[in-house]
């Protein structure tokens, strides 16, 4: 009866346990295409915020060796801010960003 009543004690306090610790979220990396574009998703797991974005569409910058992103950034329900980033036509590691 001893042995029972500890095995059941056990139990219970690995199931307290269980549930008291907290839920790990993890970032997300995937990729969407739409309309023949493909789109590259990042998912901020601590802050819900996602980013989707194209890397050199093509559209405007067409210089070879530099990229260029455009997408959306998410950080809530109808909450959706356009970017457009073009890096340096020059020493793209070490130009400034402004």
Not at 16 to 40: M, Q, W, Y
Request: glycine letters at 8%; hydrophobic letters at 40%.
């Amino acid at each position: 009866m001893h042995f029972r009543c500890s095995s059941i004690s056990l139990g219970l306090a690995l199931g307290v346990l269980a549930s008291a610790s907290p839920i790990i979220k993890h970032d997300k990396r995937s990729s969407v295409e739409r309309n023949g574009t493909l789109f590259t998703v990042f998912e901020h797991a601590a802050t819900d915020v996602k980013i989707e974005y194209v890397k050199n569409s093509g559209i405007c910058e067409t210089t070879p060796g530099v990229n260029q992103y455009s997408g959306y950034l998410s950080n809530g329900p109808n909450m959706h801010m356009w970017f457009w980033f073009f890096e340096a036509r020059s020493n793209a590691t070490t130009a400034p960003l402004a």
